[in-house]
């Protein structure tokens, strides 16, 4: 297998898409001020109202009022899990959580963008993606408790396992996405990453390789403005969906608090890659309103007034808003999902308490297929560690 095949590829059907393989069309503004607002795609406005957008709003024109009402159950669970995981930490529960809180819009829009052969490939903070690629919330636990190194098989749901070495994922979803490519598949890869991460080597590089090879792989950026207590300008010095032209692919600023928004420019971009017309690269505009992690303290490093900028443009709030503006939702709807909300929060602390404790020994065995000396020589003195605990019998 050569990777010279690929790139002579054409692309796999001709349908032209709606824009050409560079340029930034879509958002013009060159800026890197956080004072100004950005131009972005959007189709709800943080009050609830539904604004037309020539370009995209064919990609959600068919949406029916039951479809709006599972993104926004999508929404809500979502936000309830991570809030219980929070929680369970706080309770000893789990050794460390990576909160999504704000960032739902972006993740259940884009995860529902999502055919069900794509090919996700996450950070540790994709949550509401693994939700919609219908991974059990409870097994996103297990890495985070201790008691396993993944929690699920990924090719289950097509959904791989959580990345913490920030940007890797990018490289491995453009080899996926070149692998496809050779074996004829009518399918696309999206990876997820931060605006921590675009400062890393491995994103410019899979930008590199995507665009050169047309991977059929849609890079979805959260920009949550902040990379633990690092802002995003310090990070870059223009709009990071700006970063695409130079490799040679279409970039877009979406609204990433806008579930519709989200979930239309993500079909485009998809639609693009499977239509053999290369990456794209996503920047949705969105804010961590929680801790980096529960190991985080953010009033170390940023004032309540961001926070409260950004809980007036919150995506379950608007999208509640639209729904009861257009009669889409009535008071019993709203009322069935609270308890549905309880007992999703309920189930995953009984989940978590229940996880068996692994065998202490088992990650020697997890290192190499055959074997090493090193790892010999720590599981010994790991055993003899044990082993000083009397009352442990050596366990
Ligand atoms: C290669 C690498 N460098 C540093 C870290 C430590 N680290 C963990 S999360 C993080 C910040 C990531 O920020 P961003 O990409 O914006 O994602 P976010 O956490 O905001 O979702 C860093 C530097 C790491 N995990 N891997
Ligand atoms: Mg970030």
């Not at 794509?118 to 509401?128: A, I, L, M, Q, S």
């Not at 070149?178 to 605006?195: C, E, L, N, P, R």
């Not at 993500?266 to 804010?287: D, I």
């Not at 961001?306 to 709807?333: C, G, M, T, V």
Request: hydrophobic share 35%; with cysteine; net charge negative.
């Amino acid at each position: 297998m050569t990777v010279e095949s690929s790139a002579a590829r054409k692309p796999r059907r001709s349908a032209a898409g709606k824009a050409g393989t560079t340029g930034t069309k879509r958002t013009t503004r060159s800026t890197a001020s956080k004072s100004t607002e950005p131009e972005l795609v959007q189709l709800l406005t943080p009050e609830g109202k539904r604004v037309k957008n020539a370009e995209y709003d064919a990609y959600v024109a068919g949406i029916t009022p039951e479809e709006l009402r599972g993104l926004y159950r999508d929404m809500v669970l979502t936000r309830r899990f991570d809030a219980e995981a929070t929680a369970l930490q706080r309770q000893g529960e789990l050794g460390l959580w990576a909160s999504l809180l704000g960032q739902e819009a972006a993740q259940i829009g884009s995860g529902r963008a999502t055919r069900e052969d794509d090919y996700v490939f996450p950070t540790y903070r994709e949550h509401g993606v693994a939700w919609c690629r219908g991974v059990d919330p409870t097994n996103l636990l297990g890495m985070f408790r201790g008691v396993n190194n993944g929690g699920w098989d990924p090719n289950s749901n097509n959904f791989q396992l959580y990345t913490i070495v920030i940007g890797s994922q990018t490289l491995h979803a453009t080899g996926y996405a070149m692998g496809i490519t050779k074996d004829g598949a009518d399918s696309a890869v999206i990876a997820y990453f931060g605006d921590g991460a675009s400062s890393q080597g491995d994103v410019a590089e899979s930008f590199t390789f995507s665009a050169v090879y047309n991977a059929p792989v849609v890079f979805f950026c959260q920009n949550n403005q902040w990379a633990i207590s690092e802002p995003t300008e310090r990070q870059t010095r223009v709009p990071l969906y700006q970063r695409a032209q130079g490799f040679g692919f279409p970039g877009v600023r979406v609204d990433g608090n806008d579930v519709l928004a989200c979930l239309a420019v993500t079909k485009w971009a998809l639609e693009r890659a499977r239509a053999g017309e290369g990456p794209t690269l996503v920047e949705a505009y969105t804010y961590r309103m929680g801790a980096h992690t529960t190991s985080d303290d953010p009033t170390r490093y940023r004032g309540d007034e961001e926070r409260q900028a950004w809980e007036a443009k919150d995506p379950i709030l608007r999208l509640r808003r639209y729904l009861e503006a257009s009669n889409h939702a009535d008071d019993a709807f709203f009322a069935e999902l609270e308890t549905e909300s309880e007992a999703l929060g309920k189930r995953v602390r009984e989940a978590v308490r229940a996880m068996p404790d692994p065998d202490h020994f088992a990650i020697f065995e997890n290192a190499y297929a055959d074997g090493h000396a090193l790892v010999d020589e720590e599981r010994a003195q790991f055993a003899a560690y044990q082993a000083s605990f009397a009352d442990e019998g050596g366990h």
